[in-house]
């Protein structure tokens, strides 16, 4: 009985049109300060190689540096991939974007490359992949099926 006018509440439930299942969510951390310390790292390097002309030299060294540790966030993502198993889509964007990144480091070393140009494709890749991966820790996504 209801306290609101004597009669009983009744709640039904109505099939939907599709169902859906709660996907565990991946953990990522790991790789993410492994990509922030990427990005900072990065920042910094093409900074200094833009405003500091005598770092120009230096430049092979920064590089190598830079591709350490964009190697060490592939594999750390390698580890949690097999862990959290990601979607086709979602491992395809992952190397996507560490490849853009990397490609962008690459270049850094080439005389006469725009530092410029490569810093804004090397964030174009790193900051929505930085993104990406924290909505991969966040709640539990919901995935439709038909």
Same mark, same amino acid.
């Given at each position: 009985?209801?306290?609101?006018g ?22 990522t ?6 990509l ?12 200094r190689l833009?405003? @500091?002309?005598s $770092? =120009? ?5 920064? &590089?190598?540096?830079?591709l350490?540790l !964009?190697?060490?966030v ?7 991939a097999l862990?959290g198993?990601p979607?086709?889509?979602l ?19 080439q005389e ?5 140009l490569?810093r @804004?494709?090397? $964030? =174009?890749a790193?900051?929505?992949?930085? &993104? ?5 820790? !966040?709640?539990p ?6």
């Amino acid at each position: 009985m209801s306290e609101w006018g004597g009669g009983s509440l009744s709640y039904t439930c109505t099939p939907n049109a599709c169902s859906c299942k709660i996907i565990e969510n991946m953990r990522t951390l790991q790789t993410q300060v492994k990509l922030r310390r990427l990005i900072r790292s990065s920042s910094e390097a093409f900074s200094r190689l833009r405003w @500091q002309p005598s $770092e =120009r030299r230096m430049a092979d060294a920064i &590089v190598d540096r830079l591709l350490g540790l !964009a190697a060490e966030v592939r594999e750390s993502w390698a580890e949690d991939a097999l862990s959290g198993r990601p979607g086709e889509a979602l491992s395809a964007f992952v190397a996507e974007s560490l490849r853009s990144a990397e490609l962008a480091i690459t270049g850094a070393a080439q005389e006469g490359s725009d530092l410029e140009l490569l810093r @804004q494709d090397f $964030e =174009r890749a790193a900051l929505p992949l930085e &993104v990406f991966l924290r909505g991969l820790d !966040a709640e539990p996504a919901l995935q439709r099926s038909a």
